[in-house]
Structure formats: C-alpha cells, structure tokens
C-alpha cells in the first residue's frame, strides 16, 4: 500500500512562511460554491508550486528574505490566512489571477461532489499536485496534517481527558482558529483568560534566545510566567512589550507556576545540574516539560526524569532541535523513503558556531561534547537509524585561553565507525569567521546529498571583506526552534508522542562521553566491549 499524497494543509502545518488560501471559483444559483484552494507564500504573496525541492529552493531566496524582514511582526503572529466562507468572494477564471499557471498546487473543494466533474473543464485539473475532498474540514484529531510525519504518532493522551485544550485541538491543529474565534477560556481564580496552552519558562539566557522568541510569537500558546533570578537576563531576551503579558517570579516563587491549572507545560532552559528538579517536580504537577538542555547528566537522575513521565502520563520533549530543521526533515525522508543515495557508507558533518558561545555558558552545559558535539551525534545516529556506533576516536584542541582553563576544549574532530560499515566523521567548533558553518553530507553507493550553508543572497564570500550576509547559528535553526515547539504543543494534547525516547537520549549521551573519553586518553572507545560509565555519564575533571 503506498504513502499517503501530502495536501497542501500538511505542506502549510510543516513550514510556518507557506499558508493555504481558499477562493470561492464559482457561486452556483442553488447557493453551492466551487473552491480551489491555493498553497502560497506569506511574506511574498505568490502561489507556490507542491514539490519539497521548490518551496526550500524559494525559502531560501533573496526575494523571500527581503519580503520576510519587511513583513509586520503582526502579520506573522497570524496562526491562519484561510478565509471564512463568508468573505470568500467568486474570482473569475479570464481575471488576471494565476490560477492557471499554478495548477500544480491547486486544490478543488465543493460542497457538492458532482459539480467537479460537471465544471471540470474550466480548469487544467491534469496535473499531479490536484486532488478533490470536500469543503467540510476534518472534525477528528486523526485527520488532522502533522509536521513530524516521521515521528510516532500517538501518545498516551489519558492525561488530556480533563484538560481544558481538548475541546479545541481539532481546529487547533488544522490552523483554523483564530485568535478571536477559538481560545482556551479559563476563568479561574489563579488569573485572567489564557488563549492557547498556557506555558511557563524556566531559566533565562542570551543562549536560549531563539527558543524564548519562538514561544511568544508562536499563536498557538501563551507564555503566563517566567521563573529567573536575574531579571536583567529576561530583559536582555524579551522586549517590554512581550514582558508586559508575562508574570516573572524568582525561582522561591515556583509553587505559584506549579499551582496554576492554567498552566499545561513548563519549558526548561535551565543547565543540566539544575534541570532535573525543575522537571521531577513539573510532572509531578501534571505539567508536561520541554527541556532545551540536557534533563541530565547522571543515568541515573535521568532515567528517574523519563520515569516520572510514563508514570504521571505526561511528554517529556528533549531539545534536540537540529532534528526538526526543514533541511533534514527533507533530507532525512530522501534517505529512507526514496532511497536517494543506496546504502549510506559516509557522512560528514560540520558545525561551526558563529558567534561563539560564552565559557560559562559551555561549561554549565557538561563540556564542548555536551553543549555542541551531542546534538550532531543525535543527527548521525538519526541518519543511519542505529544506536550507537562500535567505535569512536577524538582529537581536540582548546585554542582559547579560557577554555583551556576549564580543561576543554572548543575545536574537536570525532570520527565513528558503525556496525552498517558507515563511517562519519563530526568536525565541531567554536571558531568561525563572519558568519556560521552548518553542512551535512551524505554519501552512499548509489549517490550523494548535500546540506549547504543556508545564504538568503544565494552568494559564498571567501574574501576577506565585510561578510554580505551575516548569519548567527540560532537564526540557522530559528525554523526547526519553531517546529521543535510545535512538536511539543501537539504532545500536550496528545496528538504526537516525544520523538525522543529514554533509550535513545542514554545511548546519545553515552556516546558524547565517549567522545570526551577519546579526546582526553588519546585513543579510541569500543562502545561494544568498554563501559563508558554506568552511573555517571559526565564527571568532574579537575
């Protein structure tokens, strides 16, 4: 049995700049109208064609990221473009609109089945992108498009039984809502009318910037608290706009967000060492966690973290975000769906931060390997769909002073050996000139994929003048930040399943200390017959 043909609606839910528009064609006597719906840009206002390789090419254009910097912050805040029936107003087939020359993408839709056969000859319907459904929207959460097409799709949602999202998660999912329409009302006592999953915010950074935008602009839930010490760091990340719908409490004051039934989720940006409690004590609330960081370092604590969610039935989300970038999404489905590249014998990463992250940040996070080298571990391991690898063998070096003095290291070279006979090899570091260095390459028997430098000017400088296009590693990945949040808002109400399961964040782990175990005796781990260490993965060096 094949793969079901994405619509357009699924195209709109996995990339936030494309939405669906829906024109009323035809207004028929007995008060029946034909639909065509369009799948277009929403910073440039074009149609845009059903094919993967068409939309990321635009995504990525000049055009489109000039008309996304000119775009109002309203205007991206807007959870749905599709137009009510009542204002859909009839557009005629000769007028100037491009309907024709974009038919790839068009969508017809009726509320009566006959009448798109019966005008079928009004319209070039021959090409592969149309399909023919009714104007009635799906009304179960079965129907509903998904951006983790690849992710499991159901999780234990006893816990969304009672929960005051369940009477709008339909029309939630399919984008339909809107900010007037459809809301979560609460009017309890703990505080005025939340519109959306009311979440929390723990620990506050310059680092964890990207992630803390995406929760305020993101339509679909609403950030209540807070909870950091230093309110200057909150200052530094949100506007005075965005702090003046937010309630900051100091971490003493946690009770009051755990308390608050208005609240459904609790996102952790705290470093591992204090991760752990913030999370044991939000599932114990009833409160689902998305931990940006590491839940921790210790197999043990963290093992107890998984635990706690099965036990309580609530997600536990690990912020493995490069999972989530359209980029690999694509890639990742031209693997394993299509087969691109035959049996992947060689993969090659590289990611070099720009700018780089502070020492103090680095090091709270467990380390280089732990800050940065586990996340491109998770992606190989991902790629390959094995575990762990057999072997593995480190070289690194600390070129500035201050990492030196924390004995670590900001520039390292892993190389791994699977037991597919894959090979890859990891280049990471905390150097890099004008602009940030993410690439990916797979290579197999059978052919090779690329993953490039995202430029939104299309031009490589490798001169030494100014940079055309700077480009930080957080604006990198600000789309697959999105995603990662809205995984974690449909794991709340039980629509999706975490993608990452406790045993895969023990053997990812497992695996980066193994790195750091290479790098600091000078000779490579066998995974397969050593014990990196059973109870404390990550331990103090002196």
């Given at each position: 049995?094949?793969?079901?043909?994405?619509?357009?609606?699924?195209?709109?839910?996995?990339?936030?700049?494309?939405?669906?528009?829906?024109?009323?064609?035809?207004?028929?006597?007995?008060?029946?109208?034909?639909?065509?719906?369009?799948?277009?840009?929403?910073?440039?206002?074009?149609?845009?064609?059903?094919?993967?390789?068409?939309?990321?090419?635009?995504?990525?254009?000049?055009?489109?990221?000039?008309?996304?910097?000119?775009?109002?912050?309203?205007?991206?805040?807007?959870?749905?473009?599709?137009?009510?029936?009542?204002?859909?107003?009839?557009?005629?087939?000769?007028?100037?609109?491009?309907?024709?020359?974009?038919?790839?993408?068009?969508?017809?839709?009726?509320?009566?089945?006959?009448?798109?056969?019966?005008?079928?000859?009004?319209?070039?319907?021959?090409?592969?992108?149309?399909?023919?459904?009714?104007?009635?929207?799906?009304?179960?959460?079965?129907?509903?498009?998904?951006?983790?097409?690849?992710?499991?799709?159901?999780?234990?949602?006893?816990?969304?039984?009672?929960?005051?999202?369940?009477?709008?998660?339909?029309?939630?999912?399919?984008?339909?809502?809107?900010?007037?329409?459809?809301?979560?009302?609460?009017?309890?006592?703990?505080?005025?009318?939340?519109?959306?999953?009311?979440?929390?915010?723990?620990?506050?950074?310059?680092?964890?910037?990207?992630?803390?935008?995406?929760?305020?602009?993101?339509?679909?839930?609403?950030?209540?608290?807070?909870?950091?010490?230093?309110?200057?760091?909150?200052?530094?990340?949100?506007?005075?706009?965005?702090?003046?719908?937010?309630?900051?409490?100091?971490?003493?004051?946690?009770?009051?967000?755990?308390?608050?039934?208005?609240?459904?989720?609790?996102?952790?940006?705290?470093?591992?060492?204090?991760?752990?409690?913030?999370?044991?004590?939000?599932?114990?609330?009833?409160?689902?966690?998305?931990?940006?960081?590491?839940?921790?370092?210790?197999?043990?604590?963290?093992?107890?973290?998984?635990?706690?969610?099965?036990?309580?039935?609530?997600?536990?989300?690990?912020?493995?975000?490069k999972r989530f970038d359209p980029a690999l999404q694509f890639l990742y489905k031209r693997?394993?769906?299509?087969?691109?590249?035959?049996?992947?014998?060689?993969?090659?990463?590289?990611?070099?931060?720009?700018?780089?992250?502070?020492?103090?940040?680095?090091?709270?996070?467990?380390?280089?390997?732990?800050?940065?080298?586990?996340?491109?571990?998770?992606?190989?391991?991902?790629?390959?769909?094995?575990?762990?690898?057999?072997?593995?063998?480190?070289?690194?070096?600390?070129?500035?002073?201050?990492?030196?003095?924390?004995?670590?290291?900001?520039?390292?070279?892993?190389?791994?050996?699977?037991?597919?006979?894959?090979?890859?090899?990891?280049?990471?570091?905390?150097?890099?000139?004008?602009?940030?260095?993410?690439?990916?390459?797979?290579?197999?028997?059978?052919?090779?994929?690329?993953?490039?430098?995202?430029?939104?000017?299309?031009?490589?400088?490798?001169?030494?003048?100014?940079?055309?296009?700077?480009?930080?590693?957080?604006?990198?990945?600000?789309?697959?930040?999105?995603?990662?949040?809205?995984?974690?808002?449909?794991?709340?109400?039980?629509?999706?399943?975490?993608?990452?399961?406790?045993?895969?964040?023990?053997?990812t782990i497992q695996v980066a200390a193994a790195a750091e175990q290479s790098w600091r005796n000078g000779t490579a781990v066998d995974l397969r017959s050593e014990?990196?260490?059973?109870?404390?993965?990550?331990?103090?060096?002196?």
């Open positions: 049995m094949g793969r079901k043909k994405k619509t357009l609606h699924d195209y709109a839910a996995e990339f936030s700049d494309l939405a669906v528009k829906r024109h009323v064609v035809e207004q028929h006597e007995s008060g029946e109208r034909t639909l065509v719906e369009l799948l277009y840009c929403r910073s440039c206002g074009i149609p845009m064609r059903v094919r993967r390789d068409r939309i990321l090419e635009h995504l990525a254009s000049a055009r489109h990221y000039r008309n996304r910097r000119l775009i109002k912050q309203q205007w991206e805040r807007k959870s749905s473009l599709i137009t009510s029936p009542s204002d859909l107003q009839p557009v005629k087939l000769d007028s100037p609109h491009r309907l024709v020359t974009t038919s790839p993408c068009i969508s017809i839709t009726s509320s009566n089945p006959h009448l798109i056969s019966q005008h079928q000859p009004a319209l070039p319907l021959r090409s592969t992108g149309i399909s023919s459904t009714s104007s009635a929207p799906p009304t179960t959460a079965d129907d509903l498009p998904s951006t983790s097409a690849i992710q499991p799709k159901i999780f234990s949602s006893g816990h969304v039984k009672n929960s005051p999202v369940s009477a709008w998660k339909t029309s939630w999912l399919m984008g339909t809502d809107t900010s007037s329409s459809v809301a979560v009302r609460q009017s309890t006592s703990a505080g005025p009318v939340v519109r959306g999953v009311g979440l929390a915010l723990f620990g506050v950074s310059a680092g964890c910037k990207t992630l803390c935008q995406s929760l305020v602009e993101e339509g679909r839930c609403q950030l209540l608290y807070v909870v950091e010490d230093q309110r200057w760091e909150v200052e530094n990340v949100f506007s005075q706009e965005q702090l003046s719908h937010i309630r900051i409490l100091r971490s003493a004051d946690t009770d009051i967000v755990l308390s608050d039934q208005r609240v459904l989720g609790i996102v952790v940006c705290s470093p591992p060492d204090e991760a752990s409690v913030i999370i044991v004590d939000a599932l114990r609330a009833g409160k689902g966690v998305l931990c940006e960081k590491l839940p921790s370092l210790d197999r043990q604590i963290a093992e107890s973290c998984f635990n706690e969610a099965d036990r309580f039935g609530k997600p536990l989300v690990c912020g493995f975000y693997l394993h769906e299509n087969e691109t590249v035959g049996r992947i014998q060689q993969i090659s990463t590289v990611s070099r931060m720009y700018p780089p992250s502070s020492v103090a940040r680095i090091k709270a996070a467990g380390g280089v390997f732990f800050h940065s080298a586990v996340h491109d571990i998770d992606v190989v391991c991902w790629l390959l769909g094995e575990h762990a690898p057999d072997t593995i063998f480190t070289l690194g070096h600390a070129f500035c002073a201050e990492m030196a003095a924390v004995n670590d290291a900001d520039s390292v070279s892993i190389s791994m050996k699977f037991q597919s006979g894959a090979v890859a090899s990891l280049d990471i570091s905390q150097h890099c000139h004008k602009s940030c260095d993410q690439k990916l390459e797979v290579h197999g028997s059978e052919g090779s994929l690329h993953m490039d430098n995202r430029n939104p000017l299309g031009i490589s400088d490798h001169s030494t003048s100014a940079s055309l296009c700077l480009q930080a590693t957080s604006d990198r990945y600000r789309d697959a930040y999105r995603e990662l949040i809205r995984h974690y808002l449909r794991t709340l109400i039980g629509k999706e399943s975490p993608f990452f399961t406790k045993e895969q964040y023990l053997w014990a990196v260490e059973t109870s404390v993965i990550k331990t103090e060096v002196p």
